[in-house]
């Protein structure tokens, strides 16, 4: 499975941006969908995934400003980011868990300048 991100970007804090997962592959096959992210000298945090069951879980430093959604037509995920701060500043990658392997994107870069 290829993940292929985009959206990333440079904004200003307070602003938002929604970064886009497009998956090779049916969504159908995946147990959870998720994006990750990773900051300069820190280690990769969970954002945010959804699990088979439809369950989404959040970070709580993101809780009521990122929404996780998926479009199983396009079998494309998206993270949609308001409010941003400095603090969310890092890569971002999605991630594909599916019966066999973990799959991830190359990700894409966040900036938000204070």
């Known amino acids: 499975v290829q993940l292929q991100a985009s959206g990333g970007g440079l904004v200003q804090a307070g602003g938002s941006l929604r970064l886009s997962c497009e998956a090779s592959?049916?969504?159908?096959?995946?147990?959870?969908l998720g994006w990750y992210r990773q900051a300069p000298g820190k280690q990769r945090e969970l954002v945010a995934v959804?699990?088979?069951?439809?369950?989404?879980t959040y970070e709580d430093s993101v809780k009521g400003r990122f929404t996780l959604s998926r479009d199983n037509a396009k079998n494309t995920v998206y993270l949609q980011m308001n409010s941003l701060k400095p603090e969310d500043t890092a890569r971002y990658h999605c991630?594909?868990?599916?019966?066999?392997?973990?799959?991830w994107g190359q990700g894409t870069l966040v900036t938000v300048s204070s």
């Open positions: 991630n594909m868990r599916t019966a066999s392997n973990d799959h």
């Open positions: 592959r049916s969504l159908f096959f995946s147990r959870s």
């Open positions: 959804i699990g088979a069951g439809g369950v989404t």
